[in-house]
Protein backbone atom coordinates (compact mmCIF):
# COMPACT_ATOMS: atom_id res chain seq x y z
CA UNK A 1 0.00 0.00 0.00
CA UNK A 2 3.00 2.35 0.77
CA UNK A 3 4.00 1.74 -2.81
CA UNK A 4 0.82 4.17 -3.97
CA UNK A 5 1.53 7.16 -2.09
CA UNK A 6 4.31 9.63 -3.95
CA UNK A 7 7.30 9.66 -2.55
CA UNK A 8 8.68 12.79 -1.12
CA UNK A 9 11.70 14.19 -2.99
CA UNK A 10 14.99 14.32 -0.88
CA UNK A 11 15.55 18.16 -1.82
CA UNK A 12 13.21 21.28 -1.91
CA UNK A 13 12.20 22.26 -5.32
CA UNK A 14 10.55 25.80 -5.55
CA UNK A 15 6.93 25.79 -6.47
CA UNK A 16 6.68 22.41 -4.56
CA UNK A 17 3.88 21.24 -2.70
CA UNK A 18 4.51 22.36 0.97
CA UNK A 19 1.87 19.85 2.34
CA UNK A 20 3.83 16.76 2.07
CA UNK A 21 6.80 18.70 4.43
CA UNK A 22 6.55 18.70 7.88
CA UNK A 23 7.11 21.42 10.77
CA UNK A 24 10.41 20.85 11.10
CA UNK A 25 11.44 20.18 7.55
CA UNK A 26 9.71 23.63 6.90
CA UNK A 27 11.51 25.71 9.01
CA UNK A 28 14.68 23.91 8.14
CA UNK A 29 13.92 24.96 4.55
CA UNK A 30 12.66 28.72 5.84
CA UNK A 31 16.37 28.94 7.59
CA UNK A 32 18.10 27.39 4.45
CA UNK A 33 15.68 29.69 2.06
CA UNK A 34 16.81 32.87 4.40
CA UNK A 35 20.40 31.80 3.99
CA UNK A 36 20.16 31.57 0.18
CA UNK A 37 18.27 34.88 -0.08
CA UNK A 38 21.20 36.74 2.00
CA UNK A 39 23.60 35.34 -0.65
CA UNK A 40 21.54 36.71 -3.08
CA UNK A 41 21.53 39.96 -1.78
CA UNK A 42 25.53 40.18 -0.96
CA UNK A 43 26.22 39.22 -4.70
CA UNK A 44 23.43 41.72 -6.06
CA UNK A 45 25.27 44.70 -3.91
CA UNK A 46 28.57 43.36 -5.09
CA UNK A 47 27.67 44.00 -8.78
CA UNK A 48 26.25 47.09 -7.91
CA UNK A 49 29.30 48.17 -6.56
CA UNK A 50 31.56 46.79 -9.48
CA UNK A 51 29.20 48.59 -11.90
CA UNK A 52 29.12 52.07 -9.93
CA UNK A 53 32.63 51.89 -9.95
CA UNK A 54 32.61 51.38 -13.82
CA UNK A 55 30.23 53.78 -14.39
CA UNK A 56 32.31 56.28 -12.39
CA UNK A 57 35.59 55.41 -14.60
CA UNK A 58 33.96 55.93 -17.87
CA UNK A 59 32.41 59.25 -17.05
CA UNK A 60 36.29 60.32 -15.53
CA UNK A 61 37.54 59.16 -19.15
CA UNK A 62 35.18 61.66 -20.97
CA UNK A 63 35.55 64.82 -18.48
CA UNK A 64 39.32 64.91 -19.20
CA UNK A 65 41.21 67.59 -21.15
CA UNK A 66 39.57 68.36 -24.60
CA UNK A 67 36.59 66.81 -23.60
CA UNK A 68 33.00 68.99 -24.32
Given at each position: ???ELPKKPETFVLGSD???HSMDELRALEAELERELAR???AIAKRQDVRAAAEA???GVGAGPGAG
Open positions: MDELARVRALFK
